[in-house]
């Protein structure tokens, strides 16, 4: 079906940058929204960022907008999140999600069938 695979976290400083990865298999191409959630220790799953291929324009978590980009590379089945002046509150596993349909709240756990395993970013002050 759907195969989701994150790549690129790590330990980051707070004030620098990251650039996490989701490397799409399968019928990647009818996914109507792709995008990034969090969660944090103790925490519920938070959404980040969702990407929409049709052109409408990209959702954010307000903890977020202005510091990072979600992008699609649909060549590649890829879809990119730029982390940028990095908080110790951004430590969180990241998860790269997807769905076919993309109906309700964008920042819905529930609204997203695909989910990658996830990728652990921890930044330091």
């Known amino acids: 079906d759907v195969e989701l695979v994150e790549s690129g976290g790590g330990p980051a400083e707070a004030g620098g940058s990251h650039t996490l990865s989701c490397r799409g298999s399968?019928?990647?191409?009818?996914?109507?929204?792709m995008g990034w959630f969090r969660q944090a220790p103790g925490k519920s799953r938070e959404g980040v960022a969702v990407?929409?291929?049709?052109?409408?324009?990209?959702d954010y978590a307000d903890s977020v907008k202005g510091r990072f980009t979600v992008s699609r590379d649909s060549a590649m089945h890829t879809v990119t999140l730029q982390l940028n002046d990095l908080k110790p509150e951004d430590t969180a596993m990241y998860y790269c999600?997807?769905?076919?349909?993309?109906?309700?709240?964008?920042?819905?756990?529930?609204?997203?069938?695909?989910w990658g395993r996830g990728t652990q970013v921890t930044v330091t002050s």
């Open positions: 999600v997807a769905d076919r349909i993309c109906q309700g709240p964008w920042s819905a756990p529930v609204a997203y069938v695909y």
């Open positions: 399968g019928y990647v191409d009818e996914m109507r929204c």
């Open positions: 990407f929409y291929p049709s052109g409408s324009p990209p």
